[in-house]
């Protein structure tokens, strides 16, 4: 059996790890899951690598929604340094699900977003677990999680 | 019995450290509770290595307040990633818990700012010790440590 | 036998992977050559770590396609150095073959550039597995991948 | 005996190595202290680590001082990167002496600031070694080296 | 015998490797000296490291010319870093010898500068290998290699 990890924050204003939870087990009822929840995005490095070595996990998913300030910026770029620090370690994929609060125009797009794109990720961690051949097939389709997907450009 | 480490500077304007202390006393008298203090934050990544090292803390608090000015920002950036190093090479939490002196409009608003943050994340420390589900159930509440928290996106 | 690794994203809007793929074989025929491909720029680190570890290669090619948009700067900055920490942690080269988006005026453009920087990379996988001192006769020669080399400065 | 590393540059436009022996010998004339001069800040990391490592040095003073340039600053953010990396890797405090030409109205006041800040960040690295609970006697209270301290706000 | 890495790229407009050999030799006629060339500044850490491993180099010249545009910035920005974990973890010296392509006016200015800062850094070599009590001579002079050198301040 594979084990995905779910790591989410208390900060998110939405609650993305019981979306991806629900994603996971809609594409695979057998799939392991384990899950945990951190204050902000910052604390998730050090979750998702706690989640490899104590959980097993396969592959873990990263959730949250960095906030629209500058410092917040900078915040999302520090969790993400770090979590690729972990995937590097661990050598084991790690997908970074954050939804930026100034990507949607109000409240009912973010949530809509939030959902959408964990929901797409979950699907990438599916495939990356159990067809890794069928990502090959998608490269270079100009795929999107959340917003539509900006497809291939045709050679001439 | 578990440790939590609180590591603070001389740079602060304000006793966070001790702040700290009080508040983690209060929720959990038995709480084992180790303290140093360096100059600025970016002495703040060795000391907490050291804590988990020297001090077997289970969880280490590190407490700063960054100033206005470009220089402070950059500065405080490289704290961040400083920490989130000794975070993912110990694998054990820590919680950053820096108050920019440009968050509030006034030394009174700052005092407050600084305790109240601080206050709130000694709470996080203490759930995420002894409580981690308490952790699951607070996911996507848009939790806020100091300011007033942003509140969970009801899906429709 | 020598083995060339290629990454390439879901999310390029041209299958460089597959470029990457016939310009190596064109070059020499008996190349061993490995390919995965990942969701987005920031999963390639792991993804190339994994090619240096389970399957032998000596040089990984590493191919995205970064959007336009400042947080897509971002996340190409932080690709860059998890690509560059599995570089020095491998001691094995990493081609790094980045598109970006704004980089061509149009969809046409952008495809031309993504095949020749690609083809360009695979000629320099090449000449630093087979040829090395070929590289060396090429110092300061002001190549460019993709657009037109800007050549030496003729020493007076 | 504790030793002092004290690490200095040719770029700088004082002598600041010099200065942090006087001011360690006044402070604690048994301290041993070792030295060595790199030509920029970017060479320091490395040349403290060796401190470390082939000297025994119980705490090292890096300094330098960055120009005023936007290339200075970034090369000042790689060499704090650098000097964290290291402390975090010995697990021993690196004090960060840094002062940038552009902090100064004119060469005699960077001159000043120069050696007051280095006399300042000599007695943190006497406290941190002989007396690190006076460290924690000066927490919040605003402390800065160089210009005046900033001062403790006073919680209503 | 003491040996000498240099490794540069033919992205530079000059070829800086030559003139590096050039500057050693003279400097040292019995010094040992390898070279490598790679494509571009983002490669140099990776062939760094070999030169330490593979060729048992005390020290490491990296030849660069990073471009004008503002992605190249981040470029160098990116190689700097990696450069800076190679030292680190080598615990060995790497004088990066970057030119950037808009310190100069012109072609002819570009050229003489690559050529003055390459030459300068091979004294600097020298000296670190050979002679670094020299270096603690020169401490805080003020030197630059390529442009004049701004002088020491002479304290009142």
Redesign the interface.
């Known amino acids: 059996m594979r084990t995905v990890g779910v790591v989410?924050?208390?900060?998110?204003?939405?609650?993305?790890?019981?979306i991806a939870i629900e994603a996971l087990r809609a594409l695979e009822p057998k799939l392991g899951i384990e899950?945990?929840?951190?204050?902000g995005i910052?604390?998730l490095?050090?979750?998702v690598?706690?989640m490899f070595?104590e959980k097993s996990s396969d592959l873990v998913m990263a959730l949250g929604m960095p906030g629209k300030a500058e410092?917040d910026?900078?915040?999302a770029?520090?969790?993400?340094?770090?979590l690729?620090?972990?995937?590097?370690?661990e050598?084991?994929?790690?997908?970074?699900v954050f939804v930026?609060m100034d990507e949607a125009k109000d409240?009912?797009e973010?949530?809509w977003l939030a959902?959408r794109r964990t929901e797409e990720?979950a699907e990438?961690a599916y495939l990356?677990l159990f067809h890794?051949e069928k990502?090959?097939e998608?490269?270079?389709?100009?795929?999107?999680?959340g917003f539509p997907d900006?497809?291939?450009?045709?050679?001439?």
Chains 1, 2, 3, 4, 5 share one sequence.
Do not use: W, Y
Request: charged share 25%; net charge positive; proline share 8%.
């Open positions: 989410d924050t208390t900060f998110s204003r939405v609650n993305m790890g019981q899950r945990t929840t951190v204050p910052k604390d490095p050090v979750a690598r706690r070595r410092v910026k900078v915040c770029h520090e969790a993400s340094q770090g690729m620090q972990v995937g590097i370690l050598m084991r994929p790690i997908l970074e930026h409240d009912k973010l949530a959902r990720h990438n990356m890794p990502m090959v998608r490269a270079g389709q100009g795929l999107r999680q900006a497809g291939p450009i045709a050679e001439p």
